[in-house]
Protein backbone atom coordinates (compact mmCIF):
# COMPACT_ATOMS: atom_id res chain seq x y z
CA UNK A 1 0.00 0.00 0.00
CA UNK A 2 2.32 2.54 -1.07
CA UNK A 3 1.29 6.14 -2.11
CA UNK A 4 2.69 6.02 -5.62
CA UNK A 5 -0.18 2.86 -5.90
CA UNK A 6 -2.79 4.39 -9.10
CA UNK A 7 -5.85 3.78 -9.39
CA UNK A 8 -7.72 3.44 -12.77
CA UNK A 9 -10.73 5.15 -13.33
CA UNK A 10 -13.86 3.26 -15.16
CA UNK A 11 -15.35 4.84 -18.24
CA UNK A 12 -17.94 6.56 -15.42
CA UNK A 13 -18.78 6.58 -11.92
CA UNK A 14 -19.36 8.40 -8.90
CA UNK A 15 -17.94 10.11 -6.35
CA UNK A 16 -13.83 10.30 -7.34
CA UNK A 17 -14.42 8.59 -10.46
CA UNK A 18 -17.21 11.08 -11.53
CA UNK A 19 -16.59 12.91 -14.98
CA UNK A 20 -16.87 16.41 -12.89
CA UNK A 21 -13.60 15.37 -10.70
CA UNK A 22 -9.62 15.79 -11.85
CA UNK A 23 -8.44 13.06 -13.25
CA UNK A 24 -5.38 11.87 -11.34
CA UNK A 25 -3.66 9.13 -11.70
CA UNK A 26 -1.78 8.39 -8.42
CA UNK A 27 -4.66 6.89 -5.69
CA UNK A 28 -3.36 8.96 -2.96
CA UNK A 29 -1.13 12.11 -3.17
CA UNK A 30 -0.65 11.38 0.58
CA UNK A 31 3.03 10.56 1.82
CA UNK A 32 2.39 9.21 5.58
CA UNK A 33 0.89 5.40 6.42
CA UNK A 34 -2.71 6.17 5.80
CA UNK A 35 -2.79 2.97 5.54
CA UNK A 36 -1.42 1.51 8.62
CA UNK A 37 -5.00 2.84 10.72
CA UNK A 38 -6.98 0.11 8.87
CA UNK A 39 -4.15 -2.84 8.39
CA UNK A 40 -4.84 -2.64 12.33
CA UNK A 41 -8.31 -2.75 12.41
CA UNK A 42 -8.73 -5.14 10.24
CA UNK A 43 -6.00 -7.65 11.81
CA UNK A 44 -7.67 -6.83 15.79
CA UNK A 45 -11.52 -7.40 14.19
CA UNK A 46 -10.36 -10.55 12.55
CA UNK A 47 -8.03 -11.77 15.45
CA UNK A 48 -11.69 -11.20 17.34
CA UNK A 49 -14.03 -12.90 14.88
CA UNK A 50 -11.95 -16.06 14.30
CA UNK A 51 -11.00 -16.67 18.06
CA UNK A 52 -14.75 -15.85 18.80
CA UNK A 53 -15.89 -18.22 16.13
CA UNK A 54 -13.97 -21.06 17.57
CA UNK A 55 -14.94 -20.89 21.04
CA UNK A 56 -18.71 -20.68 19.89
CA UNK A 57 -18.07 -23.98 18.14
CA UNK A 58 -16.27 -26.23 20.39
CA UNK A 59 -18.49 -26.62 23.03
CA UNK A 60 -16.13 -27.48 25.53
CA UNK A 61 -14.76 -25.76 29.24
CA UNK A 62 -17.63 -22.64 28.86
CA UNK A 63 -18.94 -23.40 32.46
CA UNK A 64 -17.58 -23.59 36.03
CA UNK A 65 -20.43 -25.27 38.34
CA UNK A 66 -18.86 -24.79 41.57
CA UNK A 67 -18.85 -21.19 41.21
CA UNK A 68 -21.56 -20.94 38.50
CA UNK A 69 -18.81 -18.60 35.94
CA UNK A 70 -20.74 -19.21 32.47
CA UNK A 71 -19.01 -17.72 29.71
CA UNK A 72 -21.04 -14.68 27.56
CA UNK A 73 -20.41 -16.73 24.85
CA UNK A 74 -23.06 -19.28 25.55
CA UNK A 75 -25.15 -17.47 27.42
CA UNK A 76 -28.05 -18.08 27.49
CA UNK A 77 -27.62 -21.77 27.08
CA UNK A 78 -31.07 -23.51 26.14
CA UNK A 79 -30.49 -26.66 24.82
CA UNK A 80 -30.36 -29.75 26.28
CA UNK A 81 -26.98 -30.23 24.67
CA UNK A 82 -25.67 -27.62 27.34
CA UNK A 83 -23.79 -29.08 30.40
CA UNK A 84 -25.84 -29.72 33.64
CA UNK A 85 -26.03 -26.30 35.76
CA UNK A 86 -25.38 -24.07 32.39
CA UNK A 87 -29.18 -23.59 31.43
CA UNK A 88 -30.20 -20.77 33.57
CA UNK A 89 -33.74 -20.19 31.63
CA UNK A 90 -34.18 -24.17 30.89
CA UNK A 91 -33.94 -26.63 27.88
CA UNK A 92 -36.73 -25.50 25.42
CA UNK A 93 -34.59 -26.79 22.72
CA UNK A 94 -33.66 -30.23 22.41
CA UNK A 95 -30.49 -31.29 21.47
CA UNK A 96 -28.27 -29.37 18.59
CA UNK A 97 -25.96 -30.78 16.07
CA UNK A 98 -22.24 -29.93 16.30
CA UNK A 99 -22.59 -26.63 13.62
CA UNK A 100 -25.19 -25.28 15.38
CA UNK A 101 -23.53 -23.32 18.63
CA UNK A 102 -24.83 -23.61 22.02
CA UNK A 103 -25.68 -19.85 22.15
CA UNK A 104 -27.50 -19.60 18.55
CA UNK A 105 -30.30 -17.96 20.16
CA UNK A 106 -28.57 -14.41 20.89
CA UNK A 107 -25.19 -14.54 18.90
CA UNK A 108 -27.10 -13.46 15.58
CA UNK A 109 -28.64 -10.44 17.48
CA UNK A 110 -25.26 -9.98 18.81
CA UNK A 111 -23.64 -9.56 15.48
CA UNK A 112 -26.04 -7.79 13.89
CA UNK A 113 -25.53 -4.84 16.64
CA UNK A 114 -22.09 -4.66 16.36
CA UNK A 115 -22.08 -5.04 12.20
CA UNK A 116 -24.68 -2.47 12.32
CA UNK A 117 -23.21 -0.13 14.73
CA UNK A 118 -22.09 3.57 13.61
CA UNK A 119 -18.37 3.34 14.86
CA UNK A 120 -17.91 -0.53 13.50
CA UNK A 121 -19.84 0.58 9.97
CA UNK A 122 -16.47 3.04 9.27
CA UNK A 123 -14.48 0.39 11.11
CA UNK A 124 -15.16 -1.88 8.32
CA UNK A 125 -16.17 0.16 5.90
CA UNK A 126 -12.30 1.57 5.62
CA UNK A 127 -10.57 -2.07 6.40
CA UNK A 128 -12.51 -4.59 4.51
CA UNK A 129 -14.50 -2.58 1.97
CA UNK A 130 -11.69 0.44 1.51
CA UNK A 131 -14.85 2.79 1.12
CA UNK A 132 -12.68 4.77 1.46
CA UNK A 133 -9.45 3.43 3.26
CA UNK A 134 -8.61 6.69 4.17
CA UNK A 135 -9.12 10.39 4.19
CA UNK A 136 -8.21 11.76 0.61
CA UNK A 137 -7.78 8.10 -0.74
CA UNK A 138 -9.58 7.40 -3.74
CA UNK A 139 -11.61 3.98 -3.12
CA UNK A 140 -11.49 1.16 -5.76
CA UNK A 141 -15.20 0.97 -5.59
CA UNK A 142 -16.76 2.92 -9.51
CA UNK A 143 -20.26 3.41 -7.59
CA UNK A 144 -21.47 3.81 -4.18
CA UNK A 145 -25.10 2.99 -3.84
CA UNK A 146 -24.89 4.02 0.09
CA UNK A 147 -27.42 1.71 2.72
CA UNK A 148 -30.46 1.53 0.00
CA UNK A 149 -29.23 -2.26 -1.01
CA UNK A 150 -28.73 -5.40 -0.06
CA UNK A 151 -26.59 -5.70 2.04
CA UNK A 152 -25.99 -2.62 3.18
CA UNK A 153 -29.59 -1.98 4.07
CA UNK A 154 -29.29 -3.60 7.25
CA UNK A 155 -27.88 -1.40 8.56
CA UNK A 156 -31.65 0.70 9.18
CA UNK A 157 -32.21 -2.09 11.48
CA UNK A 158 -29.73 -0.93 13.67
CA UNK A 159 -32.25 0.59 16.60
CA UNK A 160 -34.15 -3.10 16.64
CA UNK A 161 -30.54 -4.58 17.04
CA UNK A 162 -30.01 -2.41 20.33
CA UNK A 163 -33.30 -3.49 21.77
CA UNK A 164 -32.14 -7.06 21.30
CA UNK A 165 -28.90 -5.63 23.00
CA UNK A 166 -29.99 -4.40 25.87
CA UNK A 167 -31.91 -7.36 26.49
CA UNK A 168 -28.91 -9.77 26.49
CA UNK A 169 -27.16 -7.63 28.58
CA UNK A 170 -29.58 -8.13 30.93
CA UNK A 171 -29.08 -11.64 30.82
CA UNK A 172 -25.47 -11.24 30.73
CA UNK A 173 -26.21 -9.39 33.98
CA UNK A 174 -27.96 -12.22 35.33
CA UNK A 175 -25.13 -14.43 34.63
CA UNK A 176 -22.90 -11.95 36.67
CA UNK A 177 -24.83 -11.61 39.25
CA UNK A 178 -25.02 -15.54 39.89
CA UNK A 179 -20.93 -15.73 39.70
CA UNK A 180 -20.97 -14.77 43.65
CA UNK A 181 -21.32 -18.23 44.30
CA UNK A 182 -19.60 -20.29 46.94
CA UNK A 183 -18.05 -23.96 46.09
CA UNK A 184 -19.97 -24.49 49.03
CA UNK A 185 -23.07 -22.93 48.44
CA UNK A 186 -24.31 -19.47 49.35
CA UNK A 187 -22.41 -16.18 48.64
CA UNK A 188 -19.33 -16.18 47.27
CA UNK A 189 -16.22 -14.18 45.37
CA UNK A 190 -13.64 -15.15 43.19
CA UNK A 191 -11.70 -13.58 40.30
CA UNK A 192 -13.93 -14.79 37.61
CA UNK A 193 -16.92 -12.86 39.31
CA UNK A 194 -15.31 -9.49 39.46
CA UNK A 195 -14.27 -10.47 35.58
CA UNK A 196 -17.56 -11.20 34.58
CA UNK A 197 -19.19 -8.28 36.37
CA UNK A 198 -16.34 -5.99 34.85
CA UNK A 199 -17.10 -7.29 31.37
CA UNK A 200 -21.20 -6.95 31.87
CA UNK A 201 -20.47 -3.23 33.50
CA UNK A 202 -18.46 -2.52 30.11
CA UNK A 203 -20.82 -3.90 28.03
CA UNK A 204 -23.91 -2.27 29.28
CA UNK A 205 -21.32 1.44 29.02
CA UNK A 206 -21.13 0.51 25.20
CA UNK A 207 -25.00 -0.74 24.38
CA UNK A 208 -26.30 2.68 26.22
CA UNK A 209 -23.30 4.67 24.25
CA UNK A 210 -25.14 3.45 21.29
CA UNK A 211 -26.55 6.40 18.88
CA UNK A 212 -29.46 4.88 18.68
CA UNK A 213 -30.03 5.10 22.55
CA UNK A 214 -28.80 8.60 22.67
CA UNK A 215 -31.77 8.90 19.64
CA UNK A 216 -34.70 7.42 21.88
CA UNK A 217 -33.32 9.21 25.00
CA UNK A 218 -33.54 12.73 23.39
CA UNK A 219 -34.61 12.27 19.45
CA UNK A 220 -37.31 14.68 18.64
CA UNK A 221 -38.14 16.57 21.78
CA UNK A 222 -38.27 20.28 20.97
CA UNK A 223 -38.08 21.70 24.37
CA UNK A 224 -35.97 19.90 26.96
CA UNK A 225 -37.03 22.04 29.71
CA UNK A 226 -40.47 19.75 29.14
CA UNK A 227 -39.19 16.67 29.79
CA UNK A 228 -36.52 17.42 32.54
CA UNK A 229 -36.32 13.31 33.60
CA UNK A 230 -35.01 12.29 29.37
CA UNK A 231 -32.88 15.46 28.99
CA UNK A 232 -30.84 14.10 32.02
CA UNK A 233 -30.81 10.87 30.43
CA UNK A 234 -29.86 12.42 27.35
CA UNK A 235 -27.09 14.26 28.61
CA UNK A 236 -25.63 11.32 30.42
CA UNK A 237 -26.20 8.72 27.22
CA UNK A 238 -23.96 11.62 25.08
CA UNK A 239 -20.96 11.52 27.64
CA UNK A 240 -20.70 7.81 26.95
CA UNK A 241 -21.53 8.82 23.20
CA UNK A 242 -18.03 10.01 23.26
CA UNK A 243 -16.08 7.34 24.06
CA UNK A 244 -18.30 4.71 21.96
CA UNK A 245 -15.31 4.02 19.77
CA UNK A 246 -13.21 3.21 23.09
CA UNK A 247 -15.80 1.16 24.65
CA UNK A 248 -16.51 -0.88 20.71
CA UNK A 249 -12.57 -2.07 21.39
CA UNK A 250 -12.76 -2.54 25.03
CA UNK A 251 -15.47 -4.65 25.09
CA UNK A 252 -14.13 -7.11 22.33
CA UNK A 253 -11.18 -7.53 24.57
CA UNK A 254 -13.53 -8.23 28.20
CA UNK A 255 -15.15 -10.83 25.93
CA UNK A 256 -12.24 -12.13 25.17
CA UNK A 257 -10.53 -12.03 28.26
CA UNK A 258 -13.69 -13.29 30.50
CA UNK A 259 -14.55 -16.18 28.13
CA UNK A 260 -10.38 -17.33 27.93
CA UNK A 261 -10.56 -16.88 31.76
CA UNK A 262 -13.78 -18.90 32.33
CA UNK A 263 -11.85 -21.78 29.96
CA UNK A 264 -8.94 -22.00 32.05
CA UNK A 265 -11.06 -22.25 35.13
CA UNK A 266 -13.65 -24.54 33.83
CA UNK A 267 -10.74 -26.99 31.83
CA UNK A 268 -8.86 -27.05 35.15
CA UNK A 269 -5.79 -25.16 33.94
CA UNK A 270 -5.64 -22.82 36.94
CA UNK A 271 -7.97 -22.54 39.72
CA UNK A 272 -9.81 -19.53 40.64
CA UNK A 273 -8.46 -16.94 42.52
CA UNK A 274 -10.77 -17.01 45.73
CA UNK A 275 -11.52 -14.12 47.79
CA UNK A 276 -14.61 -15.10 49.66
CA UNK A 277 -15.78 -18.68 49.58
Known amino acids: MSAATTTTAPESGTGVFSKTRARISARTLRTDRWWLPPLI ?23 VPDYHYLTPFYSPCLSTSCVEGASHF ?47 VAEPHAKYT ?17 YAAVIISVI ?56 PVRYWFWTQISKLNTRHMQLAW ?14 LVASGTISDLRIID
Not at 98 to 117: D, K
Request: aromatic share 18%; hydrophobic share 45%.
Open 172 to 227: NTYDAIGAFHGKSGGFGMGLGSLILTGNVILLWAYTLSCHSCRHIAGGRLKHFSAH
Open 146 to 162: GETRLPLIIQNAHRYFF
Open 90 to 136: GTPFGDLPMFIPLGFLVLPFLLGFRLTCYYYRKAYYRSVWFSPPACA
Open 250 to 263: ITLGTLVLTDFYVM
Open 41 to 63: TVIGLGAFVVYATVRSFVRTAYW
